[in-house]
């Protein structure tokens, strides 16, 4: 058929008609389809929502997965922010919403660090590992590297970093810059340190240095354990009784210093956990600086603890937890929760995914979290996990997420000025047991990347 037909077939069978609810077009099928009698099949191709696709085939374009709404099509761009997937089925980017409004503007790869904790400073981007600490610039430049790692660190009002180190029990005080100002060693301080781990560390308004740890000693349960520091040890409180305590969140607020993490009821000594795991809930722990305890609260839900964040702009204590009842029973939930800071359970969520960081970024909630999935190395099947970013909206609806396609964890999270600074620890054999906090995962290859995202608004 020459070129000429072929337009006049154009121009003759997808003449437009003007119909209520949208533009149709009345194809006529050509030669060589299946007929009705005079040789040809009429299709109606209709276009309700005027985006240029059309609900059925046969008409020219790929067929529209929602002719009721102009913003969703096949191969349509991401519309930041409007809370729909905007492609179809086998398209790039379905089944994620805003998945494109998450843009990675720069990245770092730290070959061989541990990531453990990532910080923002009016001067520096801080990246803590495990043996050493790197100082980067805004644009992810390599200012020094600091043969001084932990756990755990935080930053003072004057810009002074503070770092924990688990191993050694050492407290580093270094300036801004780098330089080491003073050293404190824990075990020196009339403490006995043998069975503590480090966990966490916060400075407060006077230079004061709370310490988290899991206390943990072969053969016997571990436990939580708290310090305060200024110009020696003032005290240290444990948990005891008969928990098994796992430390997941400490900071301050008002002045008090709020601790929570997992506790398990061991007293019914020789019965495994899974045979009551009501056992197993969430406490909350309030202290005055004097190291009083206000209130010591658990939530009633068989929860194992990985996430307690407090969010300051919502003054809400954000709370992600996984029930081992409900892993025995049908294959597993996990839960987020909001609590205000006496401790009272305001909201609850079921989520498919672990959370296990979070911060607050203008109206929107930023959560760090993992997906369990299968993986096959060579013939070895094994549960590994994948890092996943969402962003709420001020009404908790999820309008960004962001899948990695490689196996590790979300670390830390930090937002400045539109853009998302998310810290990864990539690696295979990543432990994941519930009881790992207080010990070290095992990891065959890890590595960790820093990576810079640019937050639409």
Request: aromatic share 14%.
């Amino acid at each position: 058929m020459g070129l000429e037909k072929i337009l006049f077939r154009m121009s003759k069978f997808l003449a437009p008609i003007i119909m209520a609810g949208g533009l149709y077009f009345a194809c006529n099928g050509g030669e060589g389809d299946s007929s009705s009698g005079n040789g040809s099949t009429t299709v109606i191709c209709k276009d309700k929502d005027h985006d240029g696709y059309y609900a059925s085939g046969g008409c020219g374009t790929e067929i529209d997965c929602n002719d009721y709404d102009a913003s969703i099509h096949p191969m349509a761009p991401e519309i930041c922010g409007d809370l729909k997937d905007n492609q179809c089925p086998n398209d790039p980017g379905y089944g994620d919403l805003d998945e494109s409004c998450l843009m990675e503007i720069s990245n770092i790869c730290l070959d061989g660090c541990k990531a453990e904790k990532l910080l923002i400073t009016p001067t520096d981007i801080l990246i803590l590992c495990k043996d050493r600490t790197y100082l980067l610039t805004r644009s992810l430049e390599v200012k020094s590297s600091i043969k001084i790692g932990g756990v755990d660190m935080d930053v003072d009002q004057d810009g002074n970093i503070y770092i924990a180190n688990k191993d050694t029990h050492f407290i580093y005080k270094l300036d801004k810059f780098g330089n080491i100002i003073s050293q404190i060693d824990l075990t020196k301080e009339g403490v006995q340190f043998n069975y503590w781990k480090i966990a966490k560390i916060v400075v407060g308004s006077e230079d004061e240095i709370y310490v988290g740890a899991n206390w943990y000693e072969e053969g016997y349960d571990p436990d939580i354990c708290i310090l305060k520091y200024l110009n020696g040890v003032q005290w240290t409180r444990c948990i005891g009784d008969y928990y098994k305590d796992i430390l997941t969140g400490m900071f301050l607020a008002a002045n008090y210093l709020y601790v929570g993490g997992t506790y398990f009821d061991t007293s019914n000594s020789g019965v495994p956990y899974y045979e009551h795991p009501s056992a197993f809930e969430l406490i909350h722990l309030k202290y005055d600086k004097e190291g009083n305890e206000l209130f010591r609260k658990f939530n009633d839900k068989e929860d194992v603890v990985f996430l307690y964040k407090y969010l300051e702009d919502s003054n809400i204590i954000l709370v992600g937890w996984s029930s081992y009842y409900d892993y025995y029973q049908d294959g597993g939930k996990y839960y987020l929760g909001e609590f205000s800071l006496d401790g009272q359970l305001l909201n609850e969520y079921v989520s498919p995914v672990k959370f296990r960081n979070a911060l607050e970024s203008g109206d929107r909630a930023i959560l760090g979290a993992y997906k369990i999935v299968e993986l096959q190395k060579g013939d070895v099947r094994y549960w590994g996990s994948i890092p996943m970013i969402y962003v709420l909206d001020k009404n908790s609806k999820v309008v960004v997420t962001k899948t990695e396609n490689k196996e590790g964890l979300v670390v830390n999270l930090s937002s400045e000025n539109g853009n998302l600074f998310t810290l990864y620890y990539f690696g295979e054999d990543v432990s994941l047991d519930y009881f790992s906090f207080y010990e070290d995962g095992s990891d065959s290859n890890p590595w960790s990347e820093l990576r810079v995202y640019k937050l639409n608004q």
